[in-house]
């Protein structure tokens, strides 16, 4: 915690190990200025040490509140073991909202701090499971942003009272305002690509489905903006196509490990924004689950996460296929094309001596 007080922390799982979450956890737990801790449960399994050290945080006296999702696919009976487990001891357990599936991935902690009181936030692109953390590729940012923070306690407070739709500063939430806040934006990088300004869309993401983030997709490919989609899964944005969809680019990276992080990149002329999320561009992740997206503003965790979860994967020319006109996936080629950088973008994301090498590789 001492350290998320100096700056925010950024863990790219399993290149870096899930063990820094659970050593804050234990801090938490440890924590004798510790008043409370929140945490989503979406799939955890069945012999969790998180699951065990919310347990000892009751036993501690710290007020614990959990939202468990129950309908977990595959994970169903852990759930209900550890929701039934921390709630015989005391633990404020929530089951969500009914008809929407918690899918948000978030640990909140609140400290009390000389004469106030400070949030401490973990939010992830993925589950919070030891296991599947050494196989997937996901993002931990862990913040005291005070917004941020303030936004996750009241999305907290929504989950375990029922009560209205929460007003949020920073976060973007399903199913209330994340599809529609996705589809200004692009559609905004779409407007600034027509008047000349340059346009850029980066995202990395699990399935695109979704109809209506497809057409703004279209939409902004039409009025000159660069869009690379790196899809692992399904994707029914048919790209490449002569006079539609000539501007977009779909590529799939099946590699050692499952590619699970999502990342959202959206350049409008000289202003750019950066999202990291929970949730899939999926009809069911945007209207029938609670997800979350949030903005990494910090430029030195932005300049790390375009290197490692953008332009990496654009760059890669051994586990990548690209999406043919023709709906066909066809191994990437070695040397790639089109798509350069706008030079505007560039001399914002140029390599800084203590940077490594590829921090100012183009956006190819």
């Known amino acids: 915690m001492a350290q998320m007080r100096r700056r925010d922390i950024l863990?790219?799982?399993?290149?870096?190990?899930?063990?820094?979450?659970?050593?804050?956890?234990?801090?938490?737990?440890?924590?004798?200025?510790?008043?409370?801790?929140?945490q989503t449960v979406y799939r955890t399994g069945?012999?969790?040490?998180?699951?065990?050290?919310?347990?000892?945080?009751?036993?501690?006296?710290k007020e614990v509140t959990v939202v468990v999702e129950l309908k977990a696919r595959f994970d169903e009976e852990a759930n209900i073991n550890w929701?039934?487990?921390?709630?015989?001891?005391?633990?404020?357990?929530?089951?969500?909202?009914?008809?929407?599936?918690?899918?948000?991935?978030m640990l909140l902690v609140t400290r009390r701090e000389g004469a106030g009181l400070r949030r401490y936030g973990h939010l992830s692109t993925g589950n919070y499971n030891p296991r599947t953390a050494r196989l997937y590729t996901d993002l931990s940012h862990l913040t005291v942003d005070e917004r941020i923070t303030a936004d996750m306690d009241a999305v907290f407070d929504h989950l375990a009272n029922q009560n209205r739709r929460p007003r949020l500063q920073r976060l973007l939430m399903a199913p209330f305002d994340l599809q529609r806040s996705l589809i200004e934006k692009i559609d905004a990088v779409g407007l600034a690509a027509e008047r000349g300004e340059g346009g850029r869309i980066v995202a990395k993401m699990n399935a695109l489905t979704d109809e209506d983030l497809i057409d703004a997709l279209?939409?902004?490919?039409?009025?000159?903006?660069?869009?690379?989609?790196?899809?692992?899964?399904?994707?029914?944005?048919?790209?490449?196509?002569?006079?539609?969809?000539?501007n977009i680019r779909v590529r799939s990276i099946i590699g050692r490990f499952l590619?699970?992080?999502?990342?959202?990149?959206?350049?409008?002329?000289?202003?750019?924004?950066?999202?990291?999320?929970?949730?899939?561009?999926?009809?069911?992740?945007?209207?029938?689950?609670?997800?979350l997206a949030w903005p990494v503003t910090d430029k030195r965790l932005r300049q790390r996460i375009i290197n490692e979860c953008l332009?990496?994967?654009?760059?890669?020319?051994?586990?990548?296929?690209?999406?043919?006109?023709?709906?066909?996936?066809?191994?990437?080629?070695?040397?790639l094309d089109g798509h350069g950088a706008q030079p505007a973008l560039m001399a914002r994301y140029a390599s800084k001596p203590t940077e490594p090498p590829h921090a100012a590789r183009a956006w190819t």
């Open 259 to 291: 590619e699970h992080t999502r990342v959202f990149y959206f350049g409008m002329g000289a202003h750019d924004e950066l999202y990291l999320a929970s949730a899939d561009w999926m009809n069911r992740n945007m209207l029938r689950r609670v997800e």
């Open 11 to 38: 863990i790219h799982q399993p290149f870096e190990s899930f063990d820094a979450v659970l050593a804050f956890l234990r801090e938490a737990v440890n924590d004798p200025q510790v008043l409370a801790i929140k």
């Open 311 to 335: 332009i990496a994967y654009l760059h890669d020319d051994r586990d990548a296929w690209t999406l043919q006109a023709d709906g066909r996936y066809a191994r990437a080629p070695h040397v």
């Open 218 to 246: 279209v939409r902004a490919g039409r009025r000159g903006a660069r869009i690379d989609l790196i899809v692992r899964g399904a994707c029914m944005l048919p790209a490449a196509v002569p006079g539609w969809t000539d």
């Open 83 to 105: 929701a039934e487990a921390l709630e015989s001891i005391g633990a404020q357990v929530v089951y969500g909202v009914v008809g929407l599936k918690t899918h948000a991935k």
């Open 46 to 61: 069945a012999d969790s040490e998180m699951m065990e050290l919310l347990r000892e945080a009751v036993r501690r006296g």
